[in-house]
């Protein structure tokens, strides 16, 4: 059996809490622009409308999209159901672009940092997110994420779970599938990601959705390592 | 003017010294498998053949290949004009693989760390080099390279001086040309990146081709800032 060289981590709920940190930045937004609504739940619906606007790319339905441009897309829908007008007197497009930018500024779980600095001394670090490459960049420079490589959906052309954005990373990398441990909180990804030759890590974030989470509480395959936090992880790989 | 928010660096030559450390890397070969050689100019010859290797797929008269695939066939061609068999009782496949990797262990100018820590404060930091993804994360990760992103002609699949190679890189990282600044100690980079929009940092390496050196020992054309070292590049942009 082969040794695991990289790790290879979902980012939006695995490394940071995107539902906290959009909740804030809308919070913000509102206030400045005369906008209420609740934002935790405005959070959520943004986050809805992820999956779905992915599906049209992954079937071909449209052509290769960044995550950005999606984000914005979803956005502007949002915003149209709050009643508010972009551009033409409404809210300026510099502003919206500003919320967008939102998902470069999410804050990691508490126990990221201190796991990652662990993990980094043994592994290679590479982010094989569906977040494109300058929001991974973006968000890493802010929060100090201290990745080697930021790989993943925006190299391959290609969203999560299809197989060319695993197995692109991989190649870019120069590894077998099986010298690669994919870290997330999502079953669905470690599925796909297993199916390939990763190896798989389950990371417990039963925050990731609040306090009424259902999907994802634990691991429902026979995942190489569950872990309850980067730091168990770590534990875990002996790093 | 639009800000400067990367630095994209050329690798080979303005990071690293990969003359002293592929002499090195020869030299250590060499005992080994009992190969008497002049190892320095074995490695200026393996640096001769890259840009012609380059050239063949840049013109398009085959397909795209990782620089490592480039290397290796140079590497062999090498070993040939030496009288070396590879594999059949020869030197292993194995051994050459291993050597062929010494350029995913080349040593940074002293400058570079010291240099590099300064710049990444205030700038994202990202590869733009002709070297394949798997290649520079190895090289930064055992030298301590502290990029924030590695990108550069694998990604775009197009070397250098190629357009594709500067403009996929500036895309990814969500900038336009005008917001990035090509770092490199070659005239023929800076002028191509110039070319397209970026703005252009010369850094004096005259050693990187020995005592001897009679190319890149000054700027050729009037770019942005001319530096000695990445610590002079810091002072210059106030980093």
Same mark, same amino acid.
């Given at each position: ?25 809308? #919070? ?33 339905? #449209? ?8 984000? #914005? ?47 980094? #001394? ?118």
């Amino acid at each position: 059996m082969s040794e695991t060289r990289a790790l290879t981590f979902d980012v939006f709920g695995t490394v940071v809490d995107w539902r906290t940190s959009i909740a804030r930045e809308g #919070r913000a937004f509102g206030e400045r622009h005369g906008i209420e609504t609740d934002w935790v739940r405005f959070a959520d619906d943004w986050r809805g409308l992820y999956q779905p606007s992915m599906t049209r790319v992954r079937d071909g339905e #449209r052509p290769w999209m960044p995550l950005d441009d999606l984000h #914005r897309e979803s956005l502007c829908t949002l915003l149209g159901r709050l009643g508010v007008t972009v551009g033409d007197g409404g809210v300026s497009d510099a502003a919206v672009d500003e919320l967008n930018r939102a998902w470069h500024r999410l804050d990691p779980w508490p126990d990221v940092l201190e796991g990652l600095a662990r993990l980094k #001394r043994r592994y290679v670090l590479a982010t094989l997110s569906n977040g494109n490459v300058a929001l991974i960049v973006n968000m890493a420079k802010r929060a100090g994420l201290p990745w080697d490589a930021v790989l993943g959906a925006e190299v391959a052309r290609s969203y999560k779970p299809r197989p060319e954005a695993y197995l692109t990373t991989a190649e870019l990398l120069g590894l077998a599938p099986g010298e690669c441990m994919m870290v997330a909180a999502h079953n669905y990804d470690l599925g796909a990601a297993g199916a390939l030759g990763f190896r798989t890590a389950f990371v417990r974030r039963p925050g990731e959705h609040g306090p009424n989470q259902t999907a994802d509480l634990r691991a429902e395959q026979d995942f190489d390592v569950v872990a309850e936090s980067f730091i168990d992880l770590a534990d875990s790989l002996g790093a």
